[in-house]
Nanobody, 130 residues
């Protein structure tokens, strides 16, 4: 049974940091890609960052480039999203999702969309506010 469990969300002041975790069970990350998506009230779900196990390639949305870092720990079957210099506009429910890894050197910007991911976690709330 495939399961993804997010943790690490919470309330943080602007400029602060949080680290989200996505613990996978029921499968190994070796042949998968993991994506982090977020959805703010009244907005569509958007891709934040993705990482592929095939070649460790990554993608970041323009809005988070330079502030967020995605990483994969295969030994722990867990993917992390380190979020630094948080802004109020980062406030959203953050979801992780799993999909079959694309081939090496695949265009990750093209891959990191909701259509490519089959299994989703329940989400964790991130609120950035003073």
């Amino acid at each position: 049974q495939v399961q993804l469990v997010e943790s690490g969300g919470g309330l943080v002041q602007p400029g602060g940091s949080l680290r989200l975790s996505c613990a996978a069970s029921g499968f190994t990350l070796d042949y998968y890609a993991i994506g982090w998506f977020r959805q703010a009230p009244g907005k569509e779900r958007e891709g934040v960052s993705c990482i592929s196990s095939s070649d460790d390639s990554t993608y970041y949305a323009d809005s988070v480039t330079g502030r967020f870092i995605i990483s994969m720990d295969n030994a722990k079957n867990t993917v992390y999203l380190q979020m630094n210099s948080l802004k109020p506009e980062d406030t959203a429910v953050y979801y992780c999702a799993a999909g079959l890894a694309p081939p090496p050197l695949y265009n990750m910007a093209k891959y990191c969309t909701t259509n490519e991911f089959d299994d989703w976690g329940q989400g964790t709330q991130v609120t950035v506010s003073s």
